[in-house]
């Protein structure tokens, strides 16, 4: 099963997120499509405009498959786009940031062994202890509407926004 901690973000707290992240780690970004192979690694030191990425920990060898989006893609100007098809059994965490305007919240998702029925290839128990900074720094960092117990945790320029916003 996979694991995550609920998330409200704005680009700066992803920036922010993403410093962390490179405190911990040499990592790499992808964003889920691109028209070209090249254009889906993103410089790690700039958050992706892109609603959710993926960070991946490089300490944790992984080798990208890259697929293209076919026919039949729900969104037909992606015909030809490529994207990476393993991601879901690699050494990866999702980022999806929310959308504040709609008060939908995101996550940072490790999928684990979620979609990997004959294991994963990298050391788990390893990529678990980095998961738990992850998460901790969240917590951290982040708040929570006090009366929303399993709500995400807003992180400091979000929390920001959403407190203009209510007063």
């Excluded at 410089?43 to 920990?57: C, G, L, S």
């Excluded at 050494?91 to 996550?107: C, F, K, S, T």
């Excluded at 998460?135 to 320029?157: N, T």
Aim: charged share 30%; hydrophobic share 40%; proline share 8%.
């Amino acid at each position: 099963m996979g694991r995550q901690v609920g998330i409200c973000a704005t680009q700066k707290d992803v920036e922010e997120l993403l410093a962390f992240l490179e405190e911990t780690a040499d990592i790499a970004v992808f964003v889920s499509f691109a028209p070209e192979k090249e254009r889906l690694w993103v410089d790690p030191t700039r958050a992706p405009k892109d609603f959710d990425f993926k960070v991946w920990n490089k300490r944790f060898p992984w080798t990208p498959t890259y697929r293209r989006v076919g026919p039949g893609a729900h969104d037909p100007e992606m015909i030809g786009w490529y994207y990476v098809a393993n991601s879901d059994v690699a050494p990866v965490i999702e980022v999806m940031r929310g959308d504040m305007a709609r008060d939908l919240p995101g996550r940072v998702y490790w999928a684990k062994d979620f979609s990997a029925p004959l294991g994963l290839d990298y050391d788990v128990e390893a990529f678990s202890r980095w998961y738990d900074q992850i998460s901790k720094w969240i917590r951290k960092h982040g708040r929570k509407i006090p009366k929303d117990r399993w709500g995400p945790h807003y992180l400091p320029d979000a929390w920001n926004r959403r407190e203009r916003r209510t007063t």
